[in-house]
């Protein structure tokens, strides 16, 4: 019972968080029984049927959840196909009459654990897990809600993953609400789950988007970074894998921390050397939030599969992970495939039998080339082969560089700092003993090595193919803590926590006293250095007070996990000084909008149109451009589409793929590419800045019903209600009908 009251704190925390995030305590409350009842209940059933499993509750819990959403997912997609969509969630209460009225699936599922979660291990694990959840808060919705209600708190990205969810609700597959006649070619598979939600509870899509998705998604895979964590310091029933002793209570929560909010030292005063832990992309980004959950389940069941533990049911679990993971994020399965690829090269190395290897790796192969044919249609998204092409679009190239042109040295010093930063955080996994014995530990290795790679070998708009290695940093984060608890572990001291965390509050303390000591010094080998430095100075006076103490253990020992708990831990600093520091957190996550979203008004007047049209309706908008300069536009326009849930003939067209293809082949930042049909363009704005009958018939022979008058987009012509019927207005915006 001590143990199972941990949940208490973080389970209000949750509610509360989501309440702070502007979500009515009615919304609240649908979404948390729906996510509990209709989700992650159903899902625990089909875990333990499926799988057999039941080491914890924690376990149980978080794959349930995850496993509820794949279901819930598949469910809709084929729901949805015959315009049932609505009835999608009626698969979990199916499962939980069989869960509970057959005798023999009854025995299998509710039954104790086998290895309930010590009292200190669970409750650090909640304190690890709120502290993640907390800082995703404060750099997401503690900024950005409530929602369209000042153009100062704006994040266009927010409102373009809204669109797409207003499309999944009526549309198989989706469709580029806000350029009609485009096809999408995207991982929307978070859209799709949240517009299962949004039609099971009634839930406005913008509360689940801005405040209430993230955060069942941010607790499960926490919770499942610890869980994979467990894997590997538990001894498995083969013998694979080394377990080691059970009183290494930390290594899973720190885990949960280092894959949460660490993964990169800041050295820089002023400049961020990029954000790559999960909180870094959880709230901004909710496709990469599902897509690691999802991972972290993968790498689980893979984990299982090839350490041989029964039974082979658990294959189904990881094709049906496979197939959600698919279309959640398009970075997951060849990863997966890279750690199988791995595990086989190893196993026929060491003449042993590759079956296992093979089998997941052709499985998971057989849907990835689905994928691209179904769901991506051949389509790249922007991405591009282009080695070392991360290096100069991260922000100390363009601090370091000299003239106008390439400056290959500024490339590889960039390339070093960021490496050193990126690598130092996950220094444990160097110490991974024979982990070449264990099929498990080397299929994450593969899986962060292909995202390793991915990074460094590939280009994308806005730096997106940073996410390879977000994705596999959860990975390494796990392997630098098992890592760090087989250091310890040498050192023959049960007091060996005690070690890191003093080398973890230290580590803090020294990179925040580098960072504010390096503040005058330019460059950035000076900060670089003086930083590493400290992190080598602190872990000599762990280390000596290790010994000092007469504790047992080398003092290179003790000095190899004091290096590395100070560097895990101190990559945490600017996260946690986000929480206090202005400065901090604008350095980490960027500012919040610069005015470029909706007024309260033009928000209310697109809800409006939601309300008062229906779903077939086309609308026809002045406002394209969140930022315009004489000829150049910012086209990341969306929230016309995200509120009104209807498709409009041209409001921005950043992100779509026709754009995404001009920029394979020109280079030119997709988001302030013209639109390629200008004459259509043309004809759209010619009926708000001189409408006549010849403008207004043409827009109603494409299709166009309503007219969105944008008045702090552009002059509207006075004219124009001559030719349409007024009706609705507000302060900043019209909207029209045309007769």
């Keep these: 019972m001590a143990g199972r009251i941990a949940v208490l704190p973080l389970f209000l925390l949750a509610i509360v968080l989501m309440t702070a995030a502007h ?65 999608s969630w009626v698969w979990a209460p199916v499962v939980l009459v069989v869960g509970v009225l057959d005798r023999d699936v009854r025995g299998r599922i509710w039954r104790r654990v086998e290895a309930p979660l010590a009292p200190m291990t669970a409750w650090l694990l909640s304190a690890a897990c709120a502290l993640v959840l907390f800082v995703v808060f404060r750099s997401g919705p503690a900024r950005l809600t409530p929602a369209y209600t000042d153009p100062a708190m704006d994040y266009p990205d927010m409102a373009f993953q809204q669109a797409l969810a207003a499309s999944a609700k009526f549309d ?99 400049i961020s050397l990029g954000g790559i832990s999960m909180a870094s992309s959880a709230y901004g980004s909710p496709t990469q939030n599902l897509g690691v959950m999802l991972a972290l389940l993968l790498m689980i069941l893979a984990v299982d599969l090839l350490r041989h533990q029964p039974p082979r049911t658990r294959w189904l679990l990881l094709v049906l992970i496979g197939l959600a993971s698919s279309g959640s994020k398009a970075t997951i399965l060849p990863m997966a495939i890279c750690g199988f690829g791995l595990v086989y090269l190893a196993r026929v190395l060491t003449r042993r039998s590759p079956r296992t290897a093979l089998l997941g790796g052709l499985a998971l192969l057989g849907i990835f080339v689905a994928s691209l044919i179904v769901l991506f249609g051949g389509q790249s998204w922007g991405l591009r082969i282009k080695l070392g092409e991360l290096f100069v679009q991260l922000q100390p190239y363009a601090s370091i560089r000299h003239g106008a042109g390439p400056d290959r040295p500024a490339q590889l010093l960039s390339a070093l700092t960021t490496v050193l930063a990126w690598g130092l955080a996950v220094l444990g996994v160097l110490f991974l003993r024979r982990f070449w014995r264990d099929p498990a530990t080397i299929f994450l290795a593969g899986f962060a090595i292909a995202g390793s790679v991915a990074t460094v070998m590939t280009s994308q708009p806005g ?24 250091l310890v572990d040498r050192l023959g001291d ?141 086209s990341r326009h969306f929230w016309i589409a995200a509120l009104s849930e209807r498709q409009v003939l041209v409001e921005g067209w950043a992100y779509s793929n026709h754009a995404l293809r001009i920029y394979a082949a020109t280079g030119v930042n997709p988001s302030l590419i013209p639109f390629w049909d200008r004459e259509l363009l043309a004809a759209n704005d010619a009926a708000f800045t001189a409408p006549s009958p010849a403008a207004i018939e043409r827009l109603r022979r494409l299709g166009v019903r309503w007219l969105y008058a944008d008045n702090r987009a552009g002059e509207i012509s006075p004219n124009l209600k001559q030719y349409v019927r007024l009706r609705q207005a507000t302060l900043d915006a019209t909207i029209y009908e045309i007769r």
């Design 23 to 87: 979500a009515s305590a009615l919304d609240v409350f649908k979404f948390t029984g729906f996510v509990l009842v209709g989700i992650t209940l159903p899902g625990f059933v089909l875990w333990r049927l499926v799988g057999a499993y039941r080491r914890n509750l924690v376990e149980d819990c978080a794959a349930g959840f995850a496993v509820g959403t794949s279901v819930q997912l598949i469910v809709y997609l084929a729901s949805a196909s015959v315009g049932l969509q609505r009835w």
């Design 172 to 270: 198989v597959p989706l469709m580029p609400l806000f350029v009609a006649g485009e096809r999408l070619r995207y991982h929307s598979f978070f859209h799709q789950v949240t517009a299962a939600t949004s039609w099971a509870t009634g839930i406005d899509l913008t509360n689940l988007v801005f405040a209430l998705a993230w955060v069942p998604l941010v607790l499960a895979g926490c919770a499942l970074v610890f869980v994979l964590t467990q894997r590997f310091l538990t001894p498995p029933s083969d013998g694979l894998g080394g377990g080691l002793q059970a009183h290494v209570t930390w290594a899973g929560p720190l885990a949960v921390v280092v894959a949460g909010i660490g993964g990169t030292l800041q050295p820089l005063h002023n």
């Design 463 to 486: 730096i997106s193919q940073v996410y390879f290695y977000r994705t596999a940093f959860p990975a390494l984060a796990v392997l630098s803590c098992v890592g760090l608890a087989r």
């Design 494 to 634: 049960r007091r060996g926590g005690l070690l890191v965390a003093v080398a973890g509050g230290l580590g803090l303390a020294a990179c925040g006293l580098t960072r504010l000591g390096s503040e005058d010094l330019r460059g950035v080998k000076g900060p670089l250095l003086w930083m590493m430095a400290g992190l080598v100075a602190t872990a000599v006076v762990v280390a000596a007070g290790w010994r000092l103490a007469r504790r047992s253990g080398t003092l290179p020992t003790a000095f190899l996990a004091g290096l590395v708990a100070v560097c895990m831990v101190g990559a945490t600093t600017l996260p946690l000084a986000g929480l206090v520091f202005d400065h901090a957190g604008v350095l980490i996550y960027g500012a919040p909008g610069k005015g470029h979203g909706p007024t309260k008004a033009e928000a209310d007047a697109a809800r409006w149109l939601r309300d008062n049209s229906g779903t077939d309706d086309l609308i026809a908008t002045n406002a394209h451009c969140i930022i315009r300069r004489g000829e150049l536009c910012d």
